[in-house]
């Protein structure tokens, strides 16, 4: 086992990314986790802050990946993967994936991934992968628009510790095969809520539908729109539910 050979329990940090960061550039080795109670400046996607009392699960990962900026495109989005799969084994509900990093559960985000990587000389030096799951978080201290709990989603609380080594397995596994070559594109595809379903993307003032049809070898989305047209999503902001499980993608970067 490589993720969590070795992990440094906090109370609580600003970040845990900040602090994997940190520990990378001064040598820590691979697979090294982070974990805390509580985050005083948790981060999400587009800067955006990831709100982190006591309750959820929060941590970061040291990676050091020999692989092309490609693949650690793909590698992000996978990683959405074991943490679906850990809630699912841990809290016996099927969550769904919202692409390109959220978890969500009856419709609330309740888990989300946000990967940086650390480049020098135009090649990656390593990779930190954050993840953040409200696992037995106090619904009233979530004030995000759509953040959910998961001990209000199902009722009970769930015990951290065996979570954390649930989630630990699995991330390592998908990370051990995922070096090998392998991708789990077809068991992300039955977790998915994007892929296989009718979605809107919106370029601008302009909006697209169609069908969200499959993961490129980078982790884009294609989308088959109404008309036939293929396109090919590859820089998403933000990702927003419609009616009838539609989806909306906005998007600046798509061909």
């Known amino acids: 086992m490589l993720i969590g050979r070795k992990v440094l329990v906090k109370d609580e940090v600003d970040s845990t990314n900040e602090l994997a960061k940190a520990l990378a550039q001064e040598g820590e080795p691979e697979g090294t986790v982070i974990t805390a109670r509580r985050q005083r400046a948790g981060r999400g996607r587009t800067g955006r802050s990831w709100e982190s009392p006591e309750g959820g699960v929060y941590l970061s990962v040291i990676l050091r990946p020999d692989l092309p900026a490609p693949d650690l495109t793909m590698l992000?989005?996978?990683?959405?993967?074991?943490?679906?799969?850990?809630i699912e084994e841990c809290c016996h509900v099927v969550p769904r994936i919202k692409w390109p990093n959220d978890v969500r559960l009856r419709g609330s985000k309740v888990a989300g991934v946000l990967a940086e990587v650390c480049y020098r000389g135009g090649e990656p030096r390593f990779m930190v992968l954050g993840v953040g799951v409200n696992?037995?978080?106090?619904?009233?201290?979530?004030?995000?628009p759509?953040?959910?709990?998961?001990?209000?989603?199902?009722?009970?609380?769930?015990?951290?510790?065996?979570?954390?080594?649930?989630?630990?397995?699995?991330?390592?596994?998908?990370?051990q095969r995922f070096r090998r070559g392998e991708r789990d594109v077809p068991l992300y595809e039955r977790y998915?809520?994007?892929?296989?379903?009718?979605?809107?993307?919106?370029?601008?003032?302009?909006?697209?539908?169609?069908?969200?049809?499959?993961?490129?070898?980078?982790?884009?989305?294609?989308?088959?729109?109404?008309d036939g047209m293929i396109y090919r999503a590859t820089s998403v902001h933000e990702v927003f539910p419609l009616e009838q499980g539609q989806v909306r993608f906005e998007t600046g970067n798509v061909h």
Request: with cysteine; charged share 25%.
């Open 135 to 144: 696992l037995n978080t106090d619904p009233a201290l979530l004030r995000s």
């Open 76 to 86: 992000t989005v996978l990683s959405c993967l074991p943490v679906a799969q850990a």
């Open 192 to 226: 998915s809520e994007s892929i296989g379903q009718e979605v809107e993307l919106c370029l601008g003032d302009q909006r697209v539908r169609g069908k969200g049809m499959h993961l490129e070898y980078d982790g884009s989305l294609v989308l088959r729109s109404e």
């Open 146 to 175: 759509g953040a959910g709990s998961l001990r209000e989603l199902c009722g009970k609380e769930t015990d951290p510790d065996h979570f954390l080594n649930v989630l630990l397995f699995k991330l390592d596994d998908m990370y």
